[in-house]
């Protein structure tokens, strides 16, 4: 069955950098677009980034922008987060997320567990 | 970005009893493909989401029929037609049909 792992959250300073990672399995993992879901204590959804299934393209929202960078590397099934010049509201939950057949237009058919990233002194 | 509005923000619910959630959205969500991209995901207590529902009312696998969605252009509903103890959590509505996605604020279920 289809799984997503995300590991590397943590503690982080303000300006610090982080990088989080995301497992995929249990499915065709290289013809898939590839999300990252940020939900912040006591907050909803926000949409982050997104990688297109080859890695050729990146879209990021605009308050993240120049500051995080999605990556993939098929060979190991895995999606990255790097996150530089981080911010106290950047403190979050952050869920990797696969498209579905359709693409971002349906939405996320699958999520991981999440990883918590606290930016804090 | 399109502005996903949702309402109720809180829902008591009596068990056994209808639910319904509103979502509307600031632009239509009618794509050039003719489709209406509108997707419903619920959120348990400490948990990830699942996706529910995808353009507008096609339930996803597993998930029990007691969930129905409807509507069209920019204003859209969840249905629960009898509430489960399961039912509990959080419903957030989503737009996929302008870049970037964007989610509603989301609605709190919760049994009375």
């Known amino acids: 069955q289809v799984q997503l792992v995300e590991s590397g959250g943590g503690v982080v300073q303000p300006g610090g950098s982080l990088r989080l990672s995301c497992a995929a399995s249990g499915f065709s993992f290289s013809t898939y677009g590839m999300h990252w879901v940020r939900q912040a204590p006591g907050k909803g959804l926000e949409w982050v980034t997104f990688?297109?299934?080859?890695?050729?393209?990146?879209y990021s929202a605009d308050s993240v922008k120049g500051r995080f960078t999605i990556s993939r590397d098929n060979s190991k099934n895995t999606v990255y987060l790097q996150m530089h010049s981080l911010r106290p509201e950047d403190t979050a939950v952050y869920f990797c997320?696969?498209?579905?057949?359709?693409?971002?237009?349906?939405?996320?058919?699958?999520w991981g567990q999440g990883t918590l990233v606290i930016v804090s002194s | 970005d399109v502005v996903m509005t949702q309402s109720p923000l809180s829902l008591p619910v009596t068990l056994g009893q209808p639910a319904s959630i509103s979502c509307r959205s600031s632009q239509s969500l009618v794509y050039s493909d003719g489709n209406t991209y509108l997707t419903w995901f619920h959120q348990r207590p400490g948990q990830s989401p699942r996706r529910l529902i995808f353009?507008?009312?096609n339930r996803d696998s597993g998930v029990p029929d007691r969930f129905g969605g409807s509507g069209s252009d920019t204003d859209f509903t969840l249905k629960i037609s009898r509430v489960e103890a399961d039912d509990v959590g959080i419903y957030y509505c989503m737009q996929g049909t302008h870049w970037p996605p964007t989610f509603g604020q989301g609605t709190k279920v919760e049994i009375k």
């Open positions: 997320a696969k498209e579905s057949i359709f693409g971002v237009l349906t939405g996320f058919d699958y």
């Open positions: 353009k507008v009312s």
């Open positions: 990688i297109r299934y080859d890695g050729s393209k990146q």
